[in-house]
């Protein structure tokens, strides 16, 4: 064998093994031409863990990186619908989407999260549970043309406000900011839930995320 050869075939050998997403069992075309939620349920129900079920989603977890989120009414798929833009990945403020069904839009492919609790605020943004949701609200009623009212603020949200975004000491509110400019969402309440947010991990560091965004 050349020396090469023996370069090529140590370097594979040395590759870490990728994890598969889905189960071997688990077949996402198939899945997809599924007709019925009952259908789409059971198939899901046999090969995925089932993570939890709100009012109109239940989430399977596939691997250690990615969730799947099934609709069973039309609320879930409106839901579905308005998260599967690929335009709000750009932001970094959202749980990431791999995939969708951009046709029925009955599921959708995304970040793996873990529920945070309200210290976690704190560690990760650098200010409390309270302060976060301060300062998403006034960025709301600064930059929406949907905020109508005042909003009632705890805290000194107008120094927050200087210092981590028009100073910009803080990546995600800035980003948090310019999304609700480009986005202009009609509301924002589901971000003052912390039932909504998710600690994903990305190239070894975790970040808060909203996972839940539906009431647009």
């Not at 833009?85 to 403020?93: C, K, L, Q, T």
């Not at 069904?101 to 990760?124: G, H």
């Not at 976060?132 to 043309?145: G, H, R, V, W």
């Not at 910009?168 to 971000?191: A, G, H, T």
Request: net charge negative.
């Amino acid at each position: 064998m050349k020396l090469n050869d023996l370069l090529i075939e140590k370097e594979i050998k040395e590759q870490p093994l990728k994890e598969m997403a889905y189960p071997a069992n688990f077949n996402l075309q198939e899945f997809s031409k599924l007709p019925s939620f009952k259908a789409r349920k059971q198939y899901c129900d046999e090969r995925l863990p089932k993570l939890g079920q709100g009012t109109s989603r239940i989430a399977y977890k596939v691997d250690n990186e990615k969730a799947l989120k099934l609709a069973f009414n039309k609320k879930g798929i409106a839901q579905n619908e308005h998260e599967a833009d690929w335009g709000r990945n750009n932001y970094g403020v959202f749980g990431e989407i791999f995939d969708a069904d951009t046709d029925n839009y009955t599921w959708i492919e995304m970040e793996l999260a873990r529920t945070p609790k309200k210290q976690d605020f704190k560690r990760l943004l650098g200010i409390t549970f309270e302060e976060t949701c301060d300062l998403i609200k006034y960025c709301y009623e600064q930059y929406s043309q949907y905020s109508q009212y005042q909003l009632h603020y705890s805290t000194m949200v107008e120094d927050l406000y200087e210092k981590l975004v028009a100073q910009e000491e803080s990546d995600f509110f800035v980003s948090f900011q310019r999304y609700v400019y480009d986005y202009q969402p009609y509301s924002v309440m589901d971000w003052l839930r912390i039932s909504n947010w998710g600690i994903v991990n990305r190239n070894g560091k975790e970040h808060l995320v909203i996972i839940d965004d539906g009431l647009d």
